[in-house]
């Protein structure tokens, strides 16, 4: 299997704290991972891509200093949302994908994050 | 640039129906395209991947189609039940890249 976690699930904070997600790869090495956003019934929107020991790539209108990802190992990827406001509230999704070309991407089960 | 159209928004059927979902994408140039389901707060469950080269899979109830030519795919999904209740989403990767396009879904609603 390709076993990808989230943690946490779900996140309440208040306006202007900074909030980790990470993402793991349970029982396989993730080259690759990728972060989405997904408003209220609309669809995935990719943030950036992430590879491991390399900066990550953000997508066209993304701040990438709003939306700090650290890809330090095979296994984990974080996603920081800085000084996050209430429009920042949304749900994440991870994805993680194996070395070698187009390896499909397994998902995690992605944050609720709310900012009051 | 890609764009991945899905259509119906939103599709409410009684129990025991058989139903087509549609997905279209104006880059006929693909790799492959998937269909995942997203329950409700949830993540994504692959469904189906057909590559470029293939016209079509099928998993159990379900079978999608793809005319690459077109650019379009369907789901159908056979015999709905209740529990087939989800959002579906396709998504397309693109030749060149390893980033998966997705469509605006198709939330499904399978009444008993």
């Known amino acids: 299997g390709a076993v990808v976690s989230q943690h946490p699930s779900r996140v309440i904070c208040k306006s202007g704290t900074s909030v980790k997600i990470e993402c793991r790869s349970l029982?396989?090495?993730?080259?690759?991972m990728f972060w989405y956003r997904q408003f209220p019934k609309q669809s995935l929107m990719l943030m950036a891509t992430?590879?491991?020991?390399?900066?990550?790539?953000?997508e066209q209108g993304v701040e990438k200093d709003k939306f700090l990802i650290n890809h330090a190992s095979l296994t984990l990827s974080t996603l920081t949302v800085t000084s996050a406001h209430p429009e920042d509230s949304s749900f994440y999704i991870c994805?993680?994908?194996?070395?070698?070309?187009?390896?499909?991407?397994?998902f995690g089960d992605g944050t609720r994050l709310s900012i009051l | 640039k890609q764009e991945v159209t899905q259509i119906p928004a939103a599709l409410s059927v009684p129990e025991g129906e058989n139903l087509v979902l549609n997905c279209s994408f104006t880059?006929?140039?693909?790799?492959?395209l998937q269909w995942f389901r997203q329950d409700p707060g949830k993540g994504l469950t692959s469904l189906l991947l057909?590559?470029?080269?293939?016209r079509e899979q099928t998993s159990g109830r379900l079978n999608a189609s793809l005319d690459k030519s077109s650019g379009r795919s369907t789901l159908y999904i056979a015999a709905s039940q209740p529990g087939d209740s989800a959002t579906y989403l396709c998504?397309?990767?693109?030749?060149?890249?390893?980033?998966?396009?997705f469509g605006t879904g198709t939330r499904l609603q399978v009444f008993p």
């Open positions: 998504a397309v990767r693109s030749g060149n890249t390893d980033k998966l396009i």
């Open positions: 994805s993680a994908s194996r070395q070698g070309g187009y390896q499909p991407q397994h």
């Open positions: 029982d396989f090495q993730a080259t690759t």
């Open positions: 992430s590879n491991e020991g390399s900066k990550a790539t953000y």
């Open positions: 057909i590559q470029s080269s293939q």
């Open positions: 880059d006929s140039a693909i790799y492959n």
